[in-house]
C-alpha cells in the first residue's frame, strides 16, 4: 500500500488509487498484476456473499436427531474434544491454545482434558512444529496449532524436510503420522499483509503432506477428524472469516468425511466451477446469478483436500460440461489453478469448448484498504463464467 494515500481512497478504494499502488510495486509484479486484472469489474462492496447452510449429508443423515447449530469454531472444537477423548495419546498444543486461542477454537479442553494434553507453546511455530513432529514420531496423537497461516513460514523447514518425508527416508521403518497442523487462512476484512495470505500451494509442491481446506462447520468437524486419525502430516487450513459467520446443524456424534474424495454440491451441465474453503460461499452466489442473468447451470466441486485432490471427480466433471473456473483467495501464478488447469488440459482436450478460466487473487500482498479488489468476489466469478461460455 503506498506510504502517501488520498483520504478520500482510505473510505472509498479506488481503481486509480489501485493502479497507484501496483506502480509503486518492483517492475516484475506490477506488469504480471497489470497484464491480467483490469479487464474486470470489481465492487467495493463486493466481500463474501451470507453463508448458506447445508443439509446433512446422505451419510450423516441418521445422526440428524443428534444435531444441533454450531459454527465453524465450535464444529473444530468438538473434533478436537472428540479426538481427546477417543485417544489418550493425542496432544493439542500451540500459541494461546490452553487460553481458547484467539478464535476460541480449543476454549474448554484444558479444563476438560487436563494441561499436561492441552497446553501453550512458547512464541516460536518452528518449536512448534519440531516438537509435534517428535511427538508423533513417538506414537503420541499431535494436533498442533498454528494461531496465523501467515506465520507458519518460520516452521516450513521442520514440514517439508523432516514431517513430509519423515517415512520416505527411513524406507518406511519410521514415520510422523497422527500429525495435523491447524491453521486459520484467508481473508477476515482487516487482516492486511500478515493475517490474510493463503499459503496453500506453498505445501502442495511438497510430497508426503495432505492439504485439507473445510467449507462448512459440518465439513470441518467430519474432515478435521479424518485428518488427526490420518497416517500421513496434514495441513488443515481453517478459513477464519468463516468461524462465527458459518453455522450449521452439525451432529454432536463422531464422525468422519473423507480425505481422498472431492464432493459435487450442485449439478449442472454447462461449466465446472472448482473451489475449496471459504470460496464455495462465492462461487454458489456466482452461480445463481449465472443461472439468472445468462440461462447458465454450473456445476459446482469443492476440492476438500486439495493434496492429493481428487482428479476423477474433476476430469469426470469437465468432460461433461466442456468448460471450467477454478477460484481462490490464493495468487494468481503457480497456485492451485494453475495445478487444476494443466490437469484439466491433459485429461479433457478434446472435450474443452474453451480455455480454463482462473478467478484468483492477485500477484502482490495481500493489501489492507484494497482488500474488495483482491479477493476474487461474486461478480469477479459471474464475469469469469461470462467469459467462459461465451467464448
Known sequence: IPEQIDPSCVAIPTMAALSAMLARLPRSSAANITARSFSVTTSRHGGPPPFVAEELPEELKSMAASAQPKNLFQSVNEAMDLALT?????????????????????????????????????????GIAGFAIGLASNGSTAIAEIQFADYIFPAFDQIVNEAAKYRYRSGGEF????LTFRTPYGCVGHGGLYHSQSPEA???????????????????????????????????????????????????????????KADVIQQGDDITLIGYGSQLQVLRAAAAMAKEKLGVNCEIIDLR??????????????????????????PFTAGMGAELSSTI???????????????????????????????????????????????
Request: charged share 25%; hydrophobic share 35%; proline share 8%.
Open 86 to 126: 477417543r485417544d489418550q495419546s493425542a496432544l493439542v498444543f500451540g500459541e494461546d491454545v490452553g487460553f481458547g486461542g484467539v478464535f476460541r477454537c480449543s476454549v474448554g479442553l484444558r479444563e476438560k482434558h487436563g494441561a499436561n494434553r492441552v497446553f501453550n507453546t512458547p512464541l516460536s511455530e518452528q
Open 175 to 178: 514415520d510422523c503420522g497422527k
Open 202 to 260: 506453498h505445501f502442495a509442491n511438497c510430497p508426503g503432506l495432505k492439504v485439507v481446506i473445510p467449507r462448512s462447520p459440518i465439513q470441518a468437524k467430519g474432515l478435521l477428524q479424518a485428518s488427526i486419525e490420518d497416517p500421513n502430516p496434514v495441513i488443515f487450513l481453517e478459513p477464519k472469516f468463516m468461524y462465527r459467520v458459518a453455522v450449521e446443524n452439525v451432529p454432536s456424534e463422531y464422525y468422519t468425511l473423507p480425505l481422498d
Open 305 to 330: 483436500t486439495i493434496v492429493p485432490f481428487d482428479e476423477e471427480t474433476v476430469v469426470k466433471s469437465v468432460m461433461k460440461t466442456g468448460r471450467c473456473l477454478v477460484a481462490h483467495e490464493a
Open 345 to 391: 488440459q491433459e485429461q479433457c482436450f478434446l472435450h474443452l469448448e474453451a480455455p480454463i478460466k482462473r478467478v484468483c487473487g492477485w500477484d502482490t500482498p495481500f493489501p489492507l484498504v484494497y482488500e474488495p479488489y483482491y479477493v476474487p468476489d461474486t461478480l469477479r466469478c459471474f464475469e469469469g463464467i461470462k467469459e467462459t461460455v461465451e467464448f
